[in-house]
């Protein structure tokens, strides 16, 4: 028998997912109200476009109810589910507000300082609820002040407009990988101003590279497509700009790079993070980089590894494709096209934000990524 | 059916899913250097040992000396599944 603790009811809270959504979906329910569970049993699960999270019992009793319902958008901090030391235990009527693991630093969130760029808003137009602006924050103060975006951003999500005399069908609700998408492709066309340039590069130089570094540490497979995706990584080392985005009317730095690896099994499309990769050695990145994209082709990612991604590379070569024109993920600069090869040369191509990037830069990048740096693989 | 021939099985339905021929290809033969899987299809392979004999493979496992050809990767299951 599970020993309840002391002081029921009480409050678990909705963790924040990941840095940039302040609302997370309400999923799944595991355990259903009046059902017992101990210390880390699931209980329910929350969804974001990126990744789904499960949230565990941080104590022994009874699921006495879930505040919010089933399938909707809760905020991060608020009350999602009430335990108790008995299954008919009456759930408090009104969850106390929850602490959000945010830093209290001030200043707006920078999903926060995003949606007052997009509403022409300025931090002080907004009151805070708590120490640091929020984007709940700011969409209760577009929405109490009625304020609209620019028109020229109006119908610009896919999901709120029905277009005029469609065809009747019926509604089929986006998976999360969908939403996933449709968030990256909206942002590509609306925020980023996106470009793309494209580079011929002779393979010879990294198929042997390669090939050298899978004999040195008997890996096996090849590592190709993981030392490209470290040299742009000690690339965006070198050149800060490469790993930054526009908040506002602003360039935003990123501390560390999270080089996102497209990953591919069956039909399911995934974005893995290396998180923090500019801090690693060659040979932990391909690693870390090879153990993600088993989890990722097992759809077990959590959500520390497909969130927060600053930078991105891409292949399609497997699949004999010679040109992509890849979509930007949301607040990078930068998303690399790797292609297959033919007699030995490939084109290498990149999508950039021309907010952040020039057109020179990137090709210079690229001419640069076209070929091993062995000297600096094991800085 | 013998472990190996299971593994056979597998190499060559992937082999063919990439539009490549396998019958040629002996228990001896290095699979990555055979050019008859590529490394997500090798991914895939692994992944389809855990899923079929009930283990999880470590990331410092994944090594040529383990699943480099039919014949090790016979070897490392037959070990593993022992255990």
Known sequence: ?379 | MTTAARIRAKVEELARAMGNDPRRLTDDDILPQSGLLDSASILELILWVESEFGFEIDQGDLSLDNFGTIRRMTEYISARTRE
């Open chain 1, 1 to 379: 028998m599970p020993s309840p603790v002391k002081h029921m009811p009480i409050a678990i809270p909705t963790p924040r997912v990941n840095n940039n959504d302040d609302y997370v979906r309400f999923s799944q329910i595991h355990r259903e109200p009046g059902s017992q569970v101990r210390k880390g049993d699931p209980i329910a699960e929350l969804e974001t476009d990126k990744a789904t999270v499960t949230v565990e019992a941080d104590n022994d009793g009874y699921v006495l109810g879930f505040v919010p319902p089933l399938g909707e958008m809760v905020a991060v901090g608020s009350v999602l589910a009430w335990l108790g030391s008995s299954a008919d235990e009456a759930m408090p009527e009104a969850g106390p507000e929850v602490a959000s693991s945010g830093t209290a630093s001030g200043e707006p969130s920078l999903k926060a300082a995003l949606l007052l760029a997009r509403y022409g808003l300025k931090p002080s137009d907004v009151p805070a609820t708590g120490e640091r602006l929020t984007a709940q924050d700011v969409l209760a103060h577009v929405e109490h002040r009625q304020i609209r975006l620019p028109s020229a951003e109006r119908g610009a999500t896919g999901t709120a407009e029905s277009p005029p005399d469609i065809t009747p069908g019926r509604s089929v609700p986006l998976s999360v990988v969908e939403r996933g998408m449709l968030k990256t492709v909206t942002w590509h066309r609306e925020s980023a101003v996106a470009g793309y340039v494209e580079i011929e590069y002779l393979t010879a130089d990294w198929d042997s590279h390669a090939a050298a570094f899978q004999k040195e540490h008997q890996l096996l497979m090849s590592p190709l497509l993981a030392l490209m995706a470290y040299r742009l990584v000690q690339l965006a080392r070198e050149s800060p700009r490469v790993n930054s985005t526009i908040v506002g009317s602003a360039r935003h730095e990123y501390e560390s790079i999270n080089l996102g690896f497209t990953v591919q099994s069956g039909t399911r499309l995934s974005l893995v993070s290396v998180r923090d990769a500019g801090r690693m050695n060659v040979r932990t990145f391909v690693d870390t980089l090879g153990d993600l994209m088993r989890q990722g082709m097992k759809g077990k990612l959590s959500s520390e590894n497909t969130s927060g991604i600053t930078l991105t590379f891409s292949s399609m070569a497997r699949w004999q494709v010679v040109r992509h024109v890849p979509v930007l993920p949301p607040y990078s600069s930068l998303i690399v096209a790797h292609t297959h090869a033919r007699d030995g040369v490939a084109a290498l191509g990149a999508s950039y934000d021309h907010r952040v990037l020039t057109g020179g830069e990137v090709a210079a990048l690229l001419r640069a990524l076209g070929r091993p740096d062995q000297g600096e693989q094991d800085a």
